[in-house]
């Protein structure tokens, strides 16, 4: 049985960072992607950033160059460094794991079936 633990949310300043974990029991980084979703409130949920098992990343176009997404393999733990943060970007992050192939031009793998329940980052301007 897979179990997807999130952890490191919180509220901040925009312009501050945050560190969310995932930490992952019943399945391994080593032979799955492993992502991270959010959702804000109103909108649908998207794919924000991927690693797959070679460790190659994917992430979506508003947060290149801000979220650096990594992962533990020994320990089992997924990772997002999230700097310079927006307002926008305050919303329930969901760790995800499952697939090995990253879906082009996106922050997500298909057949990503195994989520956590999510952890709150609240971005004030």
């Known amino acids: 049985q897979v179990e997807l633990v999130e952890s490191g949310g919180g509220s901040v300043q925009a312009g501050g960072s945050l560190r969310l974990s995932c930490a992952a029991s019943?399945?391994?980084?080593?032979?799955?992607?492993g992502g991270w979703f959010r959702q804000a409130p109103g909108k649908e949920r998207e794919g924000v950033a991927v690693?797959?098992?070679?460790?190659?990343?994917g992430y979506t176009n508003s947060v290149k160059g801000r979220f650096t997404i990594s992962k533990d393999n020994a320990k089992s733990i997924l990772y997002l460094q999230m700097d310079s943060l927006k307002p926008e970007d305050t919303a329930m992050y969901y760790c995800a794991a499952g697939g090995d192939t990253i879906v082009p031009g996106g922050g997500s793998c298909y057949g990503m079936d195994d989520w956590g329940k999510g952890t709150l980052v609240t971005i004030s301007s």
């Open positions: 690693i797959d098992d070679n460790g190659r990343t």
């Open positions: 019943g399945i391994s980084f080593r032979r799955y992607c």
